[in-house]
T-cell receptor, first 112, second 116 residues
Framework: SQTIHQWPATLVQPVGSPLSLECTVEGTSNPNLYWYRQAAGRGLQLLFYSVGIGQISSEVPQNLSASRPQDRQFILSSKKLLLSDSGFYLC???????????FGSGTRLTVV | AQKVTQAQTEISVVEKEDVTLDCVYETRDTTYYLFWYKQPPSGELVFLIRRNSFDEQNEISGRYSWNFQKSTSSFNFTITASQVVDSAVYFCALSDLNQAGTALIFGKGTTLSVSS
């Protein structure tokens, strides 16, 4: 069966520090991968998506970047965090046919 | 452009009341999919239902029911005899072919509070 792992679960980082959030999928190949962010009290905003290794598309210009070094690995990064980067980050995968989208358990990031 | 609107930001009900969460969507695609997710306080997204644009039959699952009307571009969600455990944020979402990467586009969510 397919599973998605996302870590860490919580993170407190100072302003200006780097960020690396990792997401891995098991039990499938060539998934579509997504990063979403949920700011406090707000909806889910699509940040990045990837349809293959090395293929990254950004939906919102921002302080963050994403990479897909392996087929089932999706990384969200920042060189210097801002206060506004605080939020709940969710990774998700789908098989591309829109039948289903599976979400990770999320990372709650607080930038102080 | 694709868009999902959940006009109700917060709803508060007392246990055993019925409650309907509204969802209105916009898309130029003729083939699209609509979803509802539940987000409890722990944060994870729990899948509730998926509906394709060619299936307008209403669906019932226990205390949950969904009313899909293409004529009004709505996909409303009703909880019958609400319970405290239903307290959560509920998201409606849309996926269509015009969205590159077939990503889900979410509404802003409706926070449901059920008191005993």
């Amino acid at each position: 069966s397919q599973t998605i792992h996302q870590w860490p679960a919580t993170l407190v980082q100072p302003v200006g520090s780097p960020l690396s959030l990792e997401c891995t999928v098991e039990g499938t190949s060539n998934p579509n991968l997504y990063w979403y962010r949920q700011a406090a009290g707000r909806g889910l905003q699509l940040l990045f998506y990837s349809v293959g290794i090395g293929q990254i598309s950004s939906e919102v210009p921002q302080n963050l970047s994403a990479s897909r070094p392996q087929d089932r690995q999706f990384i969200l990064s920042s060189k210097k965090l801002l206060l506004s980067d605080s939020g709940f980050y969710l990774c998700a995968w789908s098989d591309g046919n829109r039948y289903g989208y599976t979400f990770g358990s999320g990372t709650r990031l607080t930038v102080v | 452009a694709q868009k999902v609107t959940q006009a109700q930001t917060e709803i508060s009900v007392v246990e055993k009341e019925d409650v309907t969460l509204d969802c209105v969507y916009e898309t130029r695609d003729t083939t699209y999919y609509l979803f509802w997710y539940k987000q409890p306080p722990s944060g994870e997204l729990v899948f509730l239902i998926r509906r394709n644009s060619f299936d307008e039959q209403n669906e019932i699952s226990g205390r949950y029911s969904w009313n899909f009307q293409k004529s009004t571009s709505s996909f409303n969600f009703t909880i019958t005899a609400s319970q405290v455990v239903d307290s959560a944020v509920y998201f409606c979402a849309l996926s269509d072919l015009n969205q590159a990467g077939t990503a889900l586009i979410f509404g802003k969510g409706t926070t449901l509070s059920v008191s005993s």
